[in-house]
């Protein structure tokens, strides 16, 4: 089944306390991308990778990294979590450019920085 | 700056009781526009892209189409399982294919 895992779903932590969500796709698609939803303002495409070792900031890169190190896995991290960054966090992923091009979005995953 | 509106928030509609949400858009020059379904506690779905206004697709009850400056998801005799929230999404030319600008959503509630 074609499909994207995010880990963890729920998350509660600290102010400071670094954190990784992680995320992996087993459709082999090059193009991924993390994404919050904060209520009100709809979805916000946070970082981009075109494929391995080769990302790039959205519209909301501040105080979140990436890495792209496989071509199924592309973890989201929190060096230093502020209550602010409190949100629902998705990855997504989806075949090359144009076209018939499809994304598939993972379960989310709700966190919460107090 | 590119932006995207989405009205209503939220539509209330009876079982059979057809009605269009749409969204509006201002971009520089559009390279697709996009709808997806959201259940509670779920990623977003995969439903419909438009690519040129005049466009239109169908998939069940829903027909999206496509205008110069907005997007109208139209459903027809809806049922209670098509409840969710609908957002739309346009992919500007600025951004290259790789930039999604999201709308806050229609939240849809239907009643048996």
């Known amino acids: 089944e074609a499909q994207v895992t995010q880990n963890p779903r729920y998350l509660i932590t600290v102010t400071g306390k670094k954190l990784t969500v992680t995320c992996s796709q087993n459709m082999n698609h090059e193009y991924m991308s993390w994404y919050r939803q904060d209520p009100g303002l709809g979805l916000r495409q946070i970082y981009y990778?075109?494929?391995?070792?080769?990302?790039d900031k959205g519209d909301v890169p501040e105080g979140y990294k990436v890495s792209r190190k496989e071509k199924r896995n592309f973890p989201l991290i929190l060096e230093s979590p502020s209550p602010n960054q409190t949100s629902l966090y998705f990855c997504?992923?989806?075949?090359?450019?144009?076209?018939?091009?499809?994304?598939?979005f993972g379960p989310g995953t709700r966190l919460l920085v107090l | 700056e590119d932006q995207v509106t989405q009205s209503p928030e939220a539509l209330r509609l009876q079982e059979g009781e057809s009605s269009s949400l749409n969204c509006s858009y201002t971009v520089s020059g559009l390279r697709g526009l996009f709808w997806y379904r959201q259940d509670p506690g779920k990623g977003p779905e995969f439903l419909f892209t438009?690519?040129?206004a005049g466009e239109e697709k169908e998939k069940e009850r829903l027909k999206a189409t496509l205008t110069k400056k907005e997007s109208f998801l139209h459903i027809t005799a809806p049922k209670p399982e098509d409840s969710a929230t609908y957002l739309c999404?346009?992919?500007?030319?600025?951004?290259?294919?790789?930039?999604?600008?999201f709308g806050a959503g229609t939240r849809l509630a239907v009643h048996p």
């Open positions: 997504a992923s989806k075949t090359g450019q144009g076209g018939k091009e499809t994304q598939y």
């Open positions: 999404a346009v992919r500007p030319v600025s951004g290259g294919y790789n930039k999604l600008i």
């Open positions: 990778s075109m494929n391995v070792e080769v990302t």
């Open positions: 438009l690519y040129s």
